[in-house]
């Protein structure tokens, strides 16, 4: 049965992060609250929590789209091909905040996807408890979103329900306050336009 470990979202304490981040170094999977909504990870460097977060998902992980969660715009020339000026500026404008950015995939993503993937999703979240997380273990999670079985609530918001029903899935759960019920924008920047995918809580600035 994993642990539901509360972090206080604005300043967290080093020791929690360190525990999160133990789990996530020992293959472990875990849920997190991001900007917009909560979601499941684990980190990047583990091929056997990435293969667990796909069985979870119940999905083939040939076939996942999962996205990354990058500490800062330092890490996201490492996951993607060279991003033109104006691509560049607009992630910047935009992050931390609750977007989705899809981008050229760099020769690494499908080597770990185990396919021919020529885009990644890349997120810089607005959450100090992400942010600690992903600079104590050195490196991104992989990530994706929690979705509710509710026909009218898509999005689960309340930690402790999310801990029921995922308790015997995952290794943790952070507990960092009720979430948000909206998802992230999707901003397609793969092409030569830049293309709104999916709207979210927050308009992107051009």
């Known amino acids: 049965m994993s642990t539901l470990l509360k972090i206080h979202p604005e300043t967290p304490m080093p020791r929690l992060i360190r525990q999160a981040a133990e ?15 909560y979601a499941l990870g684990c980190s990047m460097k583990s091929k056997k929590a990435l293969e667990r977060l796909a069985r979870v998902k119940g999905i083939k992980l040939s076939k996942s789209l999962f996205s990354f969660i ?10 993607t091909q060279p991003l033109s000026t ?18 050229p995939a760099s020769k690494k993503i499908p080597k770990m ?4 993937r020529k885009t990644v999703g890349l997120r810089i979240p607005r959450s100090n408890i992400l942010h600690d997380i992903v600079t104590e273990l050195g490196w991104p999670l992989l990530t994706t979103s929690i979705h ?28 960092g306050g009720y979430g948000n019920n909206e998802p992230t924008a999707v901003i397609d920047c793969s092409g030569k336009e830049i293309e709104v995918l999916r709207e979210g809580m927050v308009d992107l600035v051009l």
């Open 148 to 175: 509710d079985e509710d026909e009218i609530v898509e999005y689960t918001t309340d930690p402790e329900l999310i801990w029921q029903r995922y308790k015997n899935l995952v290794d943790l759960v952070i507990d």
């Open 70 to 79: 990058c500490r800062d715009l330092s890490d996201i020339a490492e996951y």
């Open 113 to 116: 996807f185990e396919n021919s």
């Open 86 to 103: 104006s691509v560049f500026k607009i992630i910047k404008k935009n992050t931390p905040g609750p977007f989705t950015f899809i981008l």
């Open 23 to 37: 789990v996530l170094d020992n293959d472990g999977l875990i849920i997190y609250p991001t900007d917009s909504v």
